[in-house]
């Protein structure tokens, strides 16, 4: 059975810093492009960052360029989302999963629906 697992969200004030992780179960992680999504109150879930099966390449949302980084390590079955300069539009339940249909993430990155193995999500909430 495949399962992710999202931990590492909180409450944090404007610019400080958060990491979140993901961890899988029951498949081999290597053979997956991994993504991290996010769904605030009232909208709908969009893609944040997306690292590649291959060569560990990543791909992100515009608006959080530059702040977050998204990292694997295969061996532990792990991918974490480093997030820096935190704003208050970043809050929102965050969550990993794994892309069905291709290693190699796109740019911008796949819709929803390429993407399967939803974890429960993390709840992550910065105050201004």
């Known amino acids: 059975q495949v399962q992710f697992v999202e931990s590492g969200g909180g409450l944090v004030q404007h610019g400080e810093s958060l990491r979140l992780s993901c961890a899988a179960s029951g498949l081999t992680l290597d053979d997956y492009a991994i993504g991290w999504f996010r769904q605030a109150p009232g909208k709908e879930r969009e893609g944040v960052a997306c690292i590649s099966a291959s060569d560990g390449s990543a791909v992100y949302l515009d608006s959080v360029k530059g702040r977050f980084t998204i990292s694997r390590d295969n061996a532990r079955k792990t991918v974490s989302l480093q997030m820096s300069s935190l704003k208050s539009e970043d809050t929102a339940v965050y969550y990993c999963?794994?892309?069905?249909?291709?290693?190699?993430?796109?740019?911008?990155?796949?819709?929803?629906?390429?993407?399967?193995?939803w974890g429960q999500g993390t709840q992550v909430t910065v105050s201004s």
């Open positions: 999963a794994a892309n069905t249909m291709r290693r190699r993430c796109l740019e911008p990155m796949s819709a929803r629906y390429e993407y399967d193995y």
